[in-house]
C-alpha cells in the first residue's frame, strides 16, 4: 500500500446522536475513546481524529486532557501519549470537520459512515481500500457514531456507507473503539491476506 496517497481522517460524533429510544441528543466524551481512538489513529498515520461536540464543558475537558498529555509532566511521563494526542482535535459539528479538512487540504473529504446494521449499497472494505490508496484520491473522512448511531441526517450526507463489521457469532455490539481499529485496519493495514 502507498500510505502516502492515503488522505484519510476521522471524526467521532457525539452530536448529532440517536438514543435507544431513536431521539435525537448529545453523547459524553468517554477518557478511554479519547485514549483509544487517538492511539489507533496515530498508529495508521491518519491526519487529524476528530471529537465532534458542540457542550462548551465536553470541549474543555478534551482540550484540558490534551494539554496534559502533550505538554509538562504528562508528556515527559508517556512520550507514546504525546504522539497519540497530536492528531487529536475537537470541533462543534461535522460541518466545521469537513470546512477544517477542505482548508487544511486544498478540498473537500468525501465522507465514509460506519454503522453495525447493514444499508441497501454499503461498500465492502475492499473496494473503500482500492478508493482511499487510488492516485489522485481525495481526502476521506471515516464518520463513526456514539451512542446508539449516526442520525439518517448524518447518514444522508455520507458518499458512501460502510458494511458493519462482522465477527464469527451473532453477536454484533462492538465498542467505537474497537470498531474504529478493526476499520482502520481494514483500510490503512498491510495486505495480510
Not at 452530536?15 to 475513546?33: F, S, V
Not at 473522512?141 to 442520525?151: A, E, I, K, N, Y
Request: glycine share 6%; charged share 25%; with cysteine.
Amino acid at each position: 500500500m502507498n500510505r502516502e496517497q492515503a488522505d484519510v481522517s476521522l471524526a467521532l460524533v457525539h452530536h448529532p446522536i440517536y438514543n435507544k429510544r431513536g431521539e435525537k441528543i448529545t453523547t459524553t466524551i468517554t477518557n478511554l475513546d479519547l485514549h483509544d481512538i487517538s492511539r489507533a489513529g496515530k498508529t495508521y498515520d491518519i491526519n487529524k481524529y476528530y471529537v465532534v461536540n458542540h457542550l462548551k464543558s465536553q470541549q474543555a475537558l478534551v482540550r484540558r486532557m490534551k494539554k496534559y498529555w502533550t505538554g509538562g509532566k504528562g508528556a515527559e511521563y508517556n512520550e507514546n501519549r504525546h504522539q497519540a494526542f497530536s492528531v487529536l482535535e475537537i470541533l462543534d459539528t461535522l460541518s466545521d470537520v469537513i470546512n477544517d479538512i477542505e482548508e487544511s487540504r486544498g478540498q473537500a473529504p468525501r465522507l465514509v459512515a460506519t454503522d453495525a446494521s447493514p444499508f441497501c449499497g454499503s461498500l465492502s472494505y475492499k473496494e473503500m481500500r482500492k478508493q482511499i490508496i487510488a492516485e489522485d484520491s481525495p481526502p476521506f473522512l471515516l464518520v463513526f457514531g456514539t451512542g446508539w448511531g449516526l442520525t439518517d441526517e448524518t447518514l444522508e450526507r455520507c458518499d458512501y456507507i460502510l458494511e458493519p463489521v462482522y465477527g464469527r457469532g451473532d453477536f454484533n455490539h462492538l465498542s467505537v473503539r474497537s470498531a474504529v481499529s478493526i476499520i482502520l485496519d481494514r483500510l490503512l493495514g498491510p495486505a495480510w491476506w
